[in-house]
């Protein structure tokens, strides 16, 4: 399962109610470290189909969300269970380090 492209109007339906954690990774096309998570996060998603839903928001055509949830920098990523935001990770990692530490929050 790929990830899934979430915006403003999608952010209740696709990650607040949510029946499975949904990490969010906040970012913009213009931020280099956020491409170099993207292929990694895809694997991830695939990899944990079963558990998590992993979403994006481009923070530059969803300031709404971006502003309700604080993003200052990117890539941010924020894992919501039960519609509330557990935990986040900001900045770029390897994929290792992004799949251990999502898997030791679920």
Do not use: H, R
């Amino acid at each position: 399962m790929a990830t899934k492209a979430v915006t403003d109007s999608s952010f209740a339906a696709d990650v607040l109610q949510s029946d499975k954690p949904v990490l969010v990774d906040f970012w913009a096309d213009w931020c280099g470290p956020c491409k170099m998570i993207g292929p990694a996060l895809e694997e991830i998603s695939d990899e944990l189909s079963d558990k998590v839903t992993i979403a994006k928001v481009d923070i530059m055509e969803n300031t709404d969300t971006a502003a309700k949830y604080g993003v200052q920098s990117i890539p941010l990523m924020v894992l919501f269970k039960n519609g509330q935001p557990v935990a986040q990770k900001l900045g770029a990692a390897p994929k290792s380090q992004l799949k251990g530490w999502l898997e030791s929050e679920l």
